[in-house]
């Protein structure tokens, strides 16, 4: 397992990620082209080797920059409902859209 010596943690669709520089990642459904480039400006937390920025709530100035490599559709998820002693059951199933992003830079200034 890597050490998380530098990485950033972002606010992207309602989640929070912890996102470091050279992988990709599989956040929420962003509305962009494959091969666009795409800044996540909610950055709440960052550090490099021993220095840490901590915003309140964000960094101000600062963004992760990434690139759009595909669209995709995730894994399943089954939402199964039931009411105990009344034979009542109900299951239902989607799969959410998923935007995959490979993360160029980690931390930087936005004008």
């Not at 956040?27 to 909610?42: A, C, T, Y």
């Not at 920059?65 to 034979?87: A, D, N």
Request: glycine share 8%; with cysteine.
């Amino acid at each position: 397992m890597t050490s998380l010596r530098n990485f950033s943690v972002v606010q992207a669709g309602g989640h929070q990620y912890i996102l470091q520089a050279g992988r990709w990642y599989d956040l929420n459904f962003i509305q962009s082209e494959p091969g666009d480039i795409v800044k996540l400006q909610r950055v709440l937390y960052h550090q490099k080797d021993d220095k840490s920025n901590i915003g309140n709530p964000c960094i101000a100035g600062k963004a992760v920059v990434g690139v759009v490599l595909q669209h995709f559709k995730g894994k399943k998820t089954c939402v199964f409902k039931y009411k105990p002693k009344k034979k009542y059951t109900r299951k239902k199933g989607y799969r959410p859209y998923l935007t995959r992003v490979l993360i160029k830079n980690i931390f930087e200034k936005t004008n």
